[in-house]
């Protein structure tokens, strides 16, 4: 069903090439070609950036709007008022988004699985390493490459966090 759909939106004849026609843009096969399949799983994956935004709304909402009045009074602008209020108070959730778009965009598989049909096509431009990993370990049955593979990814993945964390204590405020 979601091949279907993504077929329909960035397929030939899809939605997308249907509005560039609108305005006399001749349209292309968007996931057949080599050279915008990688760029449109992108336009997928910032498409999906909902649930990091619903965290940023909640941060928001927490910013105690005794701040903002103090810094009115005192004279400060919009713009000062979110450098110097909003983003500090809000580092703490672009840490938290940061260290979760991080491990997911190392898990990107379905997007890829889904659009190539499993294999990385057209001419390997939607090759993540997971899909890699998949098809070693499912499709050519060399389950030790591919368990090897999956650690390598773990440790990636967690010097990579590391970082983050080791990098946070000079950014993130922690309002106590």
Not at 20 to 31: D, I, K, M, N, S
Not at 75 to 100: C, D, E, K, M, S
Not at 143 to 172: C, D, E, H, Q, R
């Amino acid at each position: 069903a979601i091949a279907i759909l993504w077929r329909q939106i960035f397929g030939v004849d899809g939605l997308v090439n249907g509005f560039l026609a609108f305005f006399g843009v001749p349209g292309r096969g968007w996931v057949s070609d080599p050279d915008t399949a990688l760029w449109t799983l992108v336009i997928l994956h910032v498409w999906t950036f909902g649930a990091p935004m619903i965290i940023f709304l909640a941060g928001l909402r927490q910013i105690p709007e005794m701040y903002y009045e103090a810094a009115s009074i005192d004279g400060a602008g919009r713009v000062r008022q979110f450098v110097h209020i909003t983003l500090p108070l809000l580092t703490p959730i672009v840490f938290f988004n940061l260290v979760l778009q991080v491990i997911g965009a190392f898990q990107s598989f379905t997007q890829a699985f889904v659009v190539s049909g499993g294999t990385g096509g057209p001419a390997d431009s939607t090759m993540f390493y997971t899909l890699y990993l998949y098809q070693k370990g499912f499709t050519s049955l060399e389950m030790g490459y591919a368990s090897a593979m999956a650690w390598l990814l773990v440790v990636i993945v967690a010097v990579l966090t590391a970082i983050n964390f080791l990098a946070s204590k000079f950014w993130v405020f922690y309002d106590d």
